[in-house]
């Protein structure tokens, strides 16, 4: 907490009223791990009742679209819809989740603007269409495999677009290399990684779709 | 040329050593447009000569990826690449293409973050994948409805980030609204447009091969 009363990088940030964050970072962590648990319990097990139409794969992408849907909309909601979160008197847990995050992307206390247009798209539109796939899994939708890539596509797109913007502006929002490797890196690897190998599945389904439509023809 | 030596919006905006634009509008547009439409009329005689087998809005949209393929590549790579673009002695035809577009959105000339990231995904990624699916749709390729809406997402995603930042940084990169209306908006409208199209087109004719898939199978 140098001279301008936040302990974020860089120092020179100014955040007007600050108030320090209450909970720890387990007390962030858990609640977070708790419940995304418990949402991709409750999915695997409700769709494993299904009557027995649905393979693993498909159980495990709704649990995945039903996690990051919610957490999408609900906890990215909460950061774009709380412009003064740094500074509330009396902060909720979402108000400490994002002063626990600030401290491997300042750009998210600062309101940086290119974050706040990432976060707008990915509640507007990636949040909702994440929630849609879980439905159109379960349902075997002939969309299902084009929304699925689509929406790996955006994902893939915003972070690539996260990172890029950070290296530009400085590459200096993280309070040590702990919370650059844990928070910048480590918490948004899965959406790197995860949508890569969705994308790469629904993409050669869909290919494989066509090819059967031209043997088909022949 | 206020104070600032430089005739973009904000007039605050600091370009050391600006050097002023030598060709006017019309030399700069008319080239533009005269390449574009030769290498539409070269991609619509060639694809002709493909023996028949493809239709008219294949033809079409092969012209349309090689336009935008080629102008991602050559025209944004210019610009990415020229970082000092507005203050060399010698500036050539896109160092000044570049200097009338910033009269319509300054964060060119400011070499802003975001933009820079936007154009880094379009010339690394949308370019090239636009160039191939040019090929795509010629070969009909099984991947070429993917690819291709693959790539309108990805410039819709793109546009749709452009408007939002420029929104939420201030919406005062123009020099008058004629500027505003003919370059920030009018010519990034084909990019939401055309994209729009072709994603819906190719949405459908994805879903169309999933529900034959799934006649056969019955």
């Keep these: 907490m140098a001279g301008h009363g936040h302990p974020y990088s860089p120092a020179e940030l100014e955040l007007p009223g600050f108030v320090p964050q209450r909970l720890s970072q387990v007390e962030i962590l858990a609640p977070f791990l708790g419940a995304s648990l418990l949402v991709a319990l409750a999915v695997w097990l409700v769709s494993g009742r299904c009557g027995g139409r649905l393979s693993r794969t498909d159980r495990l992408l709704m649990c995945w679209w039903a996690f990051t849907g919610l957490t999408h909309v609900v906890l990215e909601g909460a950061f774009l819809?709380?412009?003064d979160f740094f500074s509330?008197?009396?902060p909720n847990y979402?108000?400490?989740?994002?002063?626990?995050y600030s401290k491997g992307d300042s750009r998210y206390a600062a309101r940086n603007t290119g974050i706040l247009a990432l976060e707008?798209?990915?509640i507007g539109l990636k949040g909702p269409a994440s929630l849609l796939a879980v439905y159109a899994v379960a349902s075997r939708k002939s969309y299902s495999h084009i929304l699925q890539l689509a929406?790996?596509?955006?994902?893939l797109y915003g972070c690539l677009f996260y990172f890029i913007t950070a290296y530009l502006a400085g590459f200096n929002f993280w309070v040590s290399p702990f919370y650059f490797w844990a928070y910048f890196v480590g918490a948004n690897s899965s959406w790197v990684v995860i949508p890569t190998l969705i994308a790469v599945r629904s993409w050669k389904k869909i290919c494989a779709a066509f090819e059967a439509g031209k043997l088909k023809t022949r």
């Design 81 to 83: 819809f709380t412009p």
């Design 88 to 90: 509330k008197e009396e």
């Design 94 to 100: 979402f108000d400490d989740l994002f002063k626990e």
């Design 120 to 122: 707008m798209i990915t």
């Design 151 to 155: 929406i790996c596509l955006g994902q």
